[in-house]
C-alpha cells in the first residue's frame, strides 16, 4: 500500500473530457454530471475555490442533433459545439441547482492570454466568481469563434492545455483531470494490456512523450499527448495536477484526501 499523499489545495480546476461526460451514443451521461455537481458544490461549501472546465459541447451537440458522426467541416462543428454547449450547461444548472449552487458559463479564447486587455477581464471575471458562495464558474473554449490562422490564432486547440492555462491564470494549487483511464501508463493501455501505471512524475521526460498515445474514444481530441503538455505547463509553474479516472467524480475527495490514486505530476517533494 502506497503511502498518502500530501495534497495542500484550497484552490482546485477539474478538468473532465468528453470521454467522461458523453456516452458512445452521444447522450450526455446524466450520473456522472449529478455527482460532479454535489462534488463541485460540497467542496465550495467547504470553502474550497473551485473552477470546472468542462469538454463535451460537441459531444452533446452530435447527441441533440442524433449526427452518427462527429462533423468535418470546421463551421459545422462550431455550429454543433453551440447547440450542444447549451444542453450541457442546462444539465449542470439542474444539476447544481439541487444543491443551491448555480453555473456560470466562461466561454473564452486564447486572446485571454495574448492580449492585456482580455487578460485582465477574464481574471476581474474569476475574481468575482470566485468571491460568490453559490456560483460554480463552467469553463469551456469558445468553439463557435475561435479561429487558428497565422495573423491571429485564437484557438487554444483542446481543453487539457486550456485547463492548465486556467490554472496558472487563477494561481490554483492543483488541476485535477479527468479522463476515462485510470492514470499515465508506461504505453496506451488500449493497445498494450501489460502497461503500468505510473504513480507519480516530476519531468516530462522523451521517454514519457513517447509512450502517449492516441485518444481513447471517437470524441477525444487530444488523447495522452496533449495532457503531458498540460502537464509540462503545470510543472513549469510549480503547481501540481492529478490524472485520474473521472467515470465516479467522487474520487475527486479521495484524491483530495490524499489516497495515492492515478498520476500525480508534482516537482514538490
Ligand atoms: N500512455 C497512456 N496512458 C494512458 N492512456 C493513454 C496512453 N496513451 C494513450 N492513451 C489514451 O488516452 C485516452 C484518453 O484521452 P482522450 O480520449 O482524449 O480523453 P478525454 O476525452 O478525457 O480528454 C485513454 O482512453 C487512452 O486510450
Ligand atoms: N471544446 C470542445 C472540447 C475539445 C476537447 O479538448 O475535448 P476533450 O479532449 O474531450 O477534452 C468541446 O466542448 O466539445
Given at each position: 500500500?502506497?503511502?498518502?499523499?500530501?495534497?495542500?489545495?484550497?484552490?482546485?480546476?477539474?478538468?473532465?473530457?468528453?470521454?467522461?461526460?458523453?456516452?458512445?451514443?452521444?447522450?450526455?451521461?446524466?450520473?456522472?454530471?449529478?455527482?460532479?455537481?454535489?462534488?463541485l458544490?460540497?467542496?465550495?461549501?467547504?470553502?474550497?475555490?473551485?473552477?470546472?472546465?468542462?469538454?463535451?459541447?460537441?459531444?452533446?451537440?452530435?447527441?441533440?442533433?442524433?449526427?452518427?458522426?462527429?462533423?468535418?467541416?470546421?463551421?459545422?462543428?462550431?455550429?454543433?459545439?453551440?447547440?450542444?454547449?447549451?444542453?450541457?450547461?442546462?444539465?449542470?444548472?439542474?444539476?447544481?441547482?439541487?444543491?443551491?449552487?448555480?453555473?456560470a458559463?466562461?466561454?473564452?479564447?486564447?486572446?485571454v492570454?495574448?492580449?492585456?486587455?482580455?487578460?485582465?477581464?477574464?481574471?476581474?471575471?474569476?475574481?468575482?466568481?470566485?468571491?460568490?458562495?453559490?456560483?460554480?464558474?463552467?469553463?469551456?473554449?469558445?468553439?463557435?469563434v475561435?479561429?487558428?490562422e497565422?495573423?491571429?490564432?485564437?484557438?487554444?486547440?483542446?481543453n487539457?492545455?486550456?485547463?492548465?492555462?486556467?490554472?496558472?491564470?487563477?494561481?490554483?494549487?492543483?488541476?485535477?483531470?479527468?479522463?476515462?483511464?485510470?492514470?499515465?501508463?508506461?504505453?496506451?493501455?488500449?493497445?498494450?494490456?501489460?502497461?503500468?501505471?505510473?504513480?507519480?512524475?516530476?519531468?516530462?521526460?522523451?521517454?514519457?512523450?513517447?509512450?502517449?498515445?492516441?485518444?481513447?474514444?471517437?470524441?477525444?481530441?487530444?488523447?495522452?499527448t496533449?495532457?503531458?503538455?498540460?502537464?509540462e505547463?503545470?510543472?513549469?509553474?510549480?503547481?501540481?495536477?492529478?490524472?485520474?479516472?473521472?467515470?465516479?467524480?467522487?474520487?475527486?475527495?479521495?484524491?483530495?484526501?490524499?489516497?495515492?490514486?492515478?498520476?500525480?505530476f508534482?516537482?514538490?517533494?
Amino acid at each position: 500500500m502506497q503511502n498518502k499523499r500530501n495534497l495542500i489545495a484550497d484552490r482546485i480546476v477539474i478538468k473532465v473530457g468528453t470521454s467522461t461526460l458523453i456516452h458512445q451514443n452521444s447522450k450526455v451521461r446524466l450520473s456522472v454530471i449529478d455527482k460532479l455537481a454535489h462534488v463541485l458544490s460540497t467542496l465550495k461549501k467547504d470553502g474550497k475555490d473551485v473552477v470546472l472546465v468542462s469538454s463535451g459541447a460537441i459531444g452533446a451537440g452530435m447527441g441533440v442533433l442524433h449526427l452518427g458522426k462527429r462533423p468535418v467541416k470546421i463551421s459545422q462543428q462550431q455550429a454543433v459545439s453551440s447547440i450542444g454547449q447549451a444542453e450541457l450547461i442546462q444539465i449542470y444548472n439542474e444539476a447544481l441547482h439541487k444543491y443551491n449552487m448555480c453555473a456560470a458559463q466562461m466561454l473564452i479564447t486564447k486572446d485571454v492570454i495574448d492580449y492585456p486587455e482580455s487578460h485582465t477581464n477574464v481574471m476581474n471575471s474569476f475574481q468575482e466568481l470566485l468571491a460568490m458562495d453559490n456560483t460554480i464558474p463552467i469553463v469551456n473554449e469558445n468553439d463557435a469563434v475561435t479561429v487558428s490562422e497565422m495573423d491571429h490564432l485564437t484557438k487554444f486547440g483542446d481543453n487539457d492545455q486550456l485547463s492548465a492555462i486556467v490554472t496558472n491564470l487563477i494561481d490554483a494549487d492543483l488541476l485535477i483531470m479527468l479522463s476515462d483511464i485510470d492514470g499515465f501508463y508506461n504505453a496506451n493501455p488500449l493497445k498494450n494490456p501489460n502497461a503500468r501505471l505510473i504513480s507519480q512524475i516530476d519531468h516530462i521526460t522523451p521517454n514519457i512523450i513517447t509512450a502517449a498515445g492516441g485518444h481513447g474514444t471517437k470524441f477525444g481530441t487530444g488523447g495522452m499527448t496533449t495532457k503531458l503538455k498540460a502537464a509540462e505547463r503545470i510543472l513549469k509553474h510549480h503547481q501540481q495536477m492529478v490524472l485520474a479516472n473521472g467515470k465516479d467524480p467522487e474520487i475527486i475527495f479521495n484524491i483530495l484526501s490524499g489516497d495515492p490514486i492515478g498520476t500525480l505530476f508534482t516537482t514538490i517533494k
